[in-house]
Each structure stands twice: as C-alpha cells, then as structure tokens.
C-alpha cells in the first residue's frame, strides 16, 4: 500500500514538471525577447518585460491546459521523445516507391 502511495505521488510530481516545462517554454522566450528589444532601445524597461513575461506565462498555461486536455502530458512528451525521426527510423526509406 505504501508503494502504491509513493508511486503516484511521484507520478504527480512528474507530470507537475512537464506542466511547468511547457508554461516555462513561451514565458522563458517572450522574456529573452524583452531583454532583445530592450538591448536595441538602450533602455532596461523592466515593466515591458514584466509585460511580455505575463502574456508568455498566460499563453503557456493556455497551451499546456489545451495539451492536457488533448493528448496528456506523458503522451505528448512521448510523442515528442519517440518520434521515428529521432530513433533512427527512416520514414521516407519505409514507404514503398512504385511508380
């Protein structure tokens, strides 16, 4: 019974992490934008940056909801880790060239 405890609770944090991973993803790069139009404006507008951060973090909690819902986190994180590509599956060597 303890193990089953310990196995969810891990399962939990996991998928806690790979929620946070995709909010992370576009609130992480509107910031690197913010710092790259403050770095041509010559001026270190924190609030624009704050700004930019916001409307990241809002649209990621909005993607990684609509992924939630969707696929689940550990699929899609699974679709993205097992692609054929990645494996070293040649897709287009697959398919059958009768013309």
């Known amino acids: 019974m303890l ?4 196995l969810y609770a891990i399962a939990g944090v996991v ?3 790979k929620w946070l991973a995709i909010v992370l993803a576009p609130t992480l790069g509107l910031g690197i934008l913010g710092l790259i139009i403050c770095d ?6 924190i609030k624009l940056i704050f700004i930019l951060m916001s ?3 809002l649209s990621g909690v909005i993607l990684a909801e609509k992924i939630r819902r969707k696929y689940g ?9 097992g692609h054929p590509d990645i494996d070293g599956h040649n897709v287009l060597a697959s398919k059958s060239t009768n013309s």
């Open 3 to 6: 193990e089953k405890i310990f």
């Open 73 to 81: 986190l550990i699929e899609f994180d699974g679709k993205l880790i």
């Open 15 to 17: 998928i806690v992490f």
């Open 40 to 45: 041509i404006r010559n001026d270190m507008d």
């Open 55 to 57: 409307l990241g973090a």
